[in-house]
């Protein structure tokens, strides 16, 4: 249109386009806004870059979909194993050992009236139990086990 000698304002672009003048308007400033420098700092007065808030390590679709898999797979196999746990190794297993904040051995022990010295004990027992169950299903386990 300029090559022709046409101001290409928005009304004008409307009506030779055949879409409204807020169409033409959002598509300029959306267009305008597209073309950004990776390497360009994100304010005037910042050394950071844009670049440095883009993930470029993002775990691909089916490397995601293999860790829920295995996920899932771990869960099924945690809820198995507590199946054989009696009520207190149960208690100890949920409270120390699968806790996101454990338990002290003494609030344990005091709750079962017996010996912090005695809550780790079963404490180590259920954790061998634990590796000899998994071990049984997994047989490259050992490769895993870093309690050695």
């Given at each position: ?6 101001d290409p ?16 308007v959002?598509m300029?400033?959306?267009l305008?806004n597209w ?5 360009e ?6 050394n950071?870059?844009?670049?440095e808030f883009?993930?470029?390590?993002s775990?691909?679709?089916e490397?995601q979909m ?5 996920e899932d797979?771990?869960?099924a ?8 746990l009696n ?5 100890i297993f949920e ?14 022990g005091e709750?079962?009236t ?7 004990q079963?404490e180590?027992?259920i954790?061998?139990?634990?590796k000899?169950?998994f071990?049984k299903?997994?047989p490259d386990?050992?490769?895993y086990?870093h309690?050695r």
């Amino acid at each position: 249109m300029i090559e022709q000698g046409f101001d290409p304002k928005p009304k004008l672009l409307s009506e030779r386009l055949g879409v409204s003048v807020k169409e033409v308007v959002d598509m300029d400033q959306r267009l305008d806004n597209w073309d950004l420098s990776l390497d360009e700092p994100l304010k005037n007065d910042s050394n950071t870059e844009r670049i440095e808030f883009i993930n470029l390590e993002s775990d691909s679709s089916e490397d995601q979909m293999a860790k829920k898999e295995i996920e899932d797979i771990l869960r099924a196999k945690v809820d198995e194993f507590k199946k054989g746990l009696n009520e207190r190794e149960l208690e100890i297993f949920e409270r120390r050992i699968f806790s996101d904040s454990p338990e002290t051995l003494q609030e344990i022990g005091e709750e079962y009236t017996i010996s912090r010295e005695r809550v780790r004990q079963i404490e180590n027992n259920i954790l061998k139990k634990m590796k000899a169950f998994f071990k049984k299903d997994m047989p490259d386990f050992d490769m895993y086990d870093h309690s050695r």
